[in-house]
Each structure stands twice: as C-alpha cells, then as structure tokens.
C-alpha cells in the first residue's frame, strides 16, 4: 500500500503545479479488502480532498491549489 499511496501522491501534486508542502489538497486511499484481495482485486483509489472540506468543482490539474 505504501507505493500506491507515494505514487499516487507524487503524481496528483505535480499535476497540481504545487508542491506538497505548499498545497491545500489532502489525500485519502481506498485499498483492497483482505477477502477482496483473495479475489483478486489489486486496485487502489487515491482520492484528492479540500483542507478545508470544501467541495472540488473541476479539475485540480494545474489548479495550484
């Protein structure tokens, strides 16, 4: 789970054009069950959110946010 959650985190803030310590993004990570991952799931889901839990509207691609 570590590398999806660098992964994901390095790649949502470049594609912010601003770096972590200056963003207001945080991120939260579903991963695969135990049971789930006996079925084969491998997928994780990396979901990018307010500080402030503002709603996002939009594209947060090069938002600098």
Same mark, same amino acid.
Do not use: H
């Given at each position: 789970? /570590?590398?999806?959650?660098?992964?994901?985190?390095?790649?949502?803030?470049?594609?912010?054009?601003?770096?972590?310590?200056?963003?207001?993004?945080?991120?939260?990570?579903?991963?695969? /069950?135990?049971?789930?991952?006996?079925?084969?799931?491998?997928?994780?889901?990396?979901?990018?959110?307010?500080?402030?839990?503002?709603?996002? /509207?939009?594209?947060?691609?090069?938002?600098?946010?």
């Amino acid at each position: 789970y /570590t590398n999806a959650e660098s992964s994901a985190a390095s790649d949502v803030y470049k594609r912010q054009g601003v770096p972590y310590e200056n963003s207001a993004l945080y991120m939260f990570y579903y991963y695969p /069950t135990s049971e789930s991952w006996n079925a084969g799931d491998r997928r994780a889901v990396c979901v990018a959110y307010d500080g402030d839990l503002e709603p996002i /509207t939009g594209s947060v691609y090069m938002s600098g946010i």
